[in-house]
């Protein structure tokens, strides 16, 4: 293997499948080494000369680990190597960041193809920070129609300026872009599925184990990286996260259908996204249609009531038949999508970002922004602490990432969890909702917000007619009665715990 933290599993010994962190001499014992020829050497020797002689290999060993056990803040005779794992936009953007910063970086993805199941809606605000092209945004979506559970449309996007848009892509585009762009900074990329890790020590090095795609097969070849950092960035399933026992999430379960549907069809959804609301597409999210390429895509989440995903597709189906029928479904798609942050975000020398920290805001189910943006922050880190990858990094800088992210987003996944509870609970509550989207101020403050990730302050009086409005709204949906029962603001509000924690 060309590049220096690589080594290949097949020169390791067998032994090395345990998880537990093994002794550095057999890490590095070419794996025909190790059995043969010590049973002929401890034969020919016995009793306390054997015992001397294992004393001294034990010596030899810690000494070894000793070697490799580098302080966090220690200056560095090579560069800092760093591993992320997954490349969606979580670790491309960390692993570009980080080999611009002057990280020995590795990108280790299982398929370089992946398709990942999602809308693709990107906010202004990503494609600015992030330099996204012009050729990466599929379509350009201007008009938002809001329906509500009894069919009443309301035209959401009037107070867009000309220059103002959602961006809809495809992942398979976009995440190859980020990833290509992380190569050309410098960073390896890799075509592997990661299987475990473990670590050298409490100080030591992190040996990352995968299966290699880079001679093509379905199975792949075990192969190894040796490394100082490990960044999880491999999404809703984290390996990861497993792996630093960075516990469990609560997780909405989204269901996608890509549909191919006639042109003069399309031509209404050439810049125009449609979101229902109601028992029927879903109990606690929305219902969705966001233009493509060169198709549609149809889909819904729950968290609540899992098993009735299947029927809750149907029903956004069915809503929006007029406008997708004659179409042709050309993939189907589902993936679970976290409710909130871990528990654990950091442990040692390994970090988790995007997904597989658990970064989806409620009420919109909006993570690409999020997932760039932490890889991006904690990459920052990284290099920060590490002055261009010549110093060792360690937990506590590490956490200089967590802080930075929750201070900065906190406000806007409280504001959304508030939203989704007030708003999704009950049919009333969700016709209230849309209602209320009629407001220019509304509008304005949405699309702010969505579109340039800061939760904007508002002017008193606008806010006090909102507040008036809202109410207005909700007592005339009678939605205040019907959800009183399903709704508590003080009820345990785990995206803010984890978020701020
Ligand atoms: C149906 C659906 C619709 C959505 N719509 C939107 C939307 O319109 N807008 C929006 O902002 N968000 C949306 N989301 C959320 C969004 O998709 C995620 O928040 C985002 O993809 C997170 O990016 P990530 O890089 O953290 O993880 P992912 O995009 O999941 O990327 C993880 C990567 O890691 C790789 N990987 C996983 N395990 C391993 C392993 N062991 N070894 C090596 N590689 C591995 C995967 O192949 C993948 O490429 C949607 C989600 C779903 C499910």
């Not at 997954?86 to 953007?93: D, T, V």
């Not at 000309?162 to 980020?178: K, Q």
């Not at 939760?455 to 008036?468: F, S």
Request: charged share 25%.
């Amino acid at each position: 293997m060309a590049a220096a933290g690589f080594s290949m599993q097949a020169m390791l010994p067998t032994a090395s499948s345990s998880k537990a962190a093994q002794p550095i001499g057999a890490l590095r014992a070419p794996v025909n080494s190790s059995a043969a020829p010590r049973a002929a050497f401890t034969s020919s020797i016995s009793g306390q000369k054997l015992k001397s002689v294992q004393q001294t290999g034990r010596a030899q060993r810690a000494a070894a680990l000793q070697v490799l056990a580098v302080k966090d803040g220690a200056v560095l005779d090579r560069k800092l190597r760093v591993a992320v794992i997954g490349g969606g936009p979580s670790g491309a953007c960390t692993a570009e960041t980080l080999a611009k910063g002057g990280c020995e970086t590795y990108l280790i993805e299982r398929k370089l193809d992946n398709c990942k199941p999602c809308g693709g809606a990107i906010p202004l605000c990503m494609v600015d920070e992030f330099d996204i092209p012009a050729e990466i945004i599929d379509r350009k979506v201007t008009k938002m129609k809001m329906i509500s559970p009894s069919n009443r449309e309301v035209d959401v996007g009037k107070t867009l300026s000309e220059t103002e848009y959602i961006g809809m892509c495809r992942r398979e585009v976009l995440d190859n872009y980020l990833r290509q762009r992380a190569k050309q900074n410098g960073a390896t990329v890799h075509n592997g599925l990661m299987m475990r890790m473990e670590q050298d020590g409490p100080e030591g090095e992190y040996t990352v184990h995968f299966n290699s795609y880079a001679e093509g097969g379905k199975v792949g070849k075990p192969d190894s990286i040796k490394v100082d950092v490990v960044i999880g960035a491999d999404g809703a399933n984290s390996r990861v996260a497993k792996e630093i026992d960075a516990g469990e999430y609560d997780y909405a379960i989204a269901f996608q259908e890509r549909i191919r549907i006639p042109d003069d069809k399309m031509d209404y959804y050439k810049d125009l996204a449609e979101m229902y609301v109601g028992d029927d597409v879903s109990p606690d999210f929305y219902g969705w249609v966001f233009p493509k390429y060169d198709h549609v895509a149809v889909g819904t989440g729950t968290v609540i009531n899992k098993s009735g995903i299947k029927q809750y597709q149907q029903a956004t189906r069915d809503r929006s038949k007029v406008k997708t029928e004659g179409g042709k479904i050309i993939r189907v798609e589902a993936h679970p999508i976290p409710e909130h942050p871990r528990p654990r975000r950091a442990q040692g020398r390994v970090a988790l970002v995007g997904d597989a920290a658990g970064y989806v805001t409620k009420c919109s189910g909006e993570g690409i922004y999020f997932a760039a943006k932490s890889g991006r922050m904690c990459a920052e880190a990284i290099v920060e602490a590490s002055q261009n990858g010549t110093m060792m990094v360690g937990e506590q800088d590490l956490a200089v990432y967590l802080s930075k992210f929750d201070k900065k987003y906190w406000l806007t996944y409280k504001v959304l969890d508030i939203l989704q509870k007030v708003f999704y609970r009950s049919n009333p509550a969700r016709e209230a909702f849309v209602e209320m989207c009629k407001s220019d101020y509304v509008q304005r403050m949405t699309f702010d917000s969505y579109l340039y990730k800061t939760v904007v302050p508002g002017n008193p009086l606008d806010d006090a007619k909102l507040a008036i409005q809202t109410l207005g709204s909700l007592l005339r949906g009678n939605a205040l009665r019907a959800g009183a029962k399903s709704v508590s603001f003080g009820s345990k509000n785990k995206v803010a715990e984890g978020v701020a924690a």
